[in-house]
């Protein structure tokens, strides 16, 4: 037996190429096939309808007899940016949760997120967490950091002021039983550079400052030397990259002249950011007032 429906159409098609062509008016037997689609459409609806549970019966079966709070919206994945950006501690908890690199998951004691004012004009950004740094959770909290804080300081402002960051935020590993801390290698720091990125677009500063030829690696994917970059201005996503001697360098290099190098870029980066330089500030450093 064929299909009510395709005989009901068949029957309507010389009614539909008459429209078509123009014929008016339509031939008697396609209004009568016409009238046929139309009961055979009504009833196969009314078939359908009555195959669903009523939906009276369905509201009084699962009706609460009591009012109960609607459920709270269920929070977003830390990761979804899809639907809103990154706050400052998503970002935060994205990156401590970060295992893209297993090698360095499986050796680092803590992701070193970074430190300092979430909306700093300066920003200070170095290769990677070394001993200290890993095992405190801080960048530059060793030696080289304690530098680098009075070298804040000289500048007028307190760590708590800036903001301090790696490029690589997870301790490279050592080969079993060395101790010491490792270069980052390029694919690693190109891995974690877009958390780096995040960071300085939630940042803003005004201004970055590179510290070491690793850092500035890491950021722009310069491998010039680090005497020809030194006291250059760069620019990452349009902000002005100042590239100095990394403070670990000075504490191996203890000579006023590379001092005052590192001295003469800070002084850059203070005119930059239209903070006034007294005179002892000038004189840092100089033969005269060493
Ligand atoms: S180094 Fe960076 S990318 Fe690699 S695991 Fe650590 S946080 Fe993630």
Not at 54 to 63: I, Y
Not at 188 to 196: I, K, S
């Amino acid at each position: 037996m064929s299909d009510p429906f395709e005989s009901a159409i068949e029957k309507t098609l010389p009614l539909l190429e008459s429209i078509r062509d123009g014929v008016k008016p339509p031939p008697r037997a396609s209004q009568e096939a016409l009238e046929e689609l139309k009961r055979v459409a009504g009833a196969v609806r009314e078939e359908q309808q009555s195959a669903l549970p009523s939906p009276s019966a369905s509201t009084k079966a699962e009706a609460p007899t009591t009012k109960v709070a609607p459920e709270p919206p269920k929070a977003e994945p830390v990761l979804s940016r899809a639907v809103e950006p990154w706050t400052f501690e998503m970002l935060r908890k994205a990156i401590l949760a970060c295992e893209k690199c297993p090698h360095l998951v499986r050796t680092r004691t803590q992701v070193v997120f970074g430190v300092g004012k979430p909306d700093a004009d300066l920003m200070f950004v170095g290769e990677a967490p070394g001993a200290d740094e890993d095992e405190q959770g801080e960048p530059f909290v060793g030696k080289a950091g304690q530098l680098l804080t009075k070298i804040i300081q000289a500048m007028g402002f307190g760590r708590e002021d800036v903001f301090i960051a790696n490029v690589l935020k997870c301790r490279p590993d050592m080969p079993v039983g060395e101790s010491g801390n490792r270069k980052p290698r390029p694919n690693e720091m190109a891995t974690c550079l877009p958390w780096l990125r995040e960071q300085i677009r939630l940042v803003r500063p005004k201004v970055l400052v590179a510290l070491g030829a690793t850092a500035v690696e890491g950021l722009v994917g310069t491998t010039s030397p680090l005497r020809d970059l030194r006291g250059r201005w760069l620019e990452f996503e349009g902000i002005p990259l100042m590239v100095t001697y990394h403070p670990a360098y000075l504490l191996r290099n203890q000579s006023i002249s590379e001092k005052r190098k590192v001295w003469e870029d800070m002084m850059l980066v203070l005119e930059r950011l239209n903070i006034p330089i007294s005179e002892k500030q000038r004189r840092f450093f100089t033969t005269s007032a060493s």
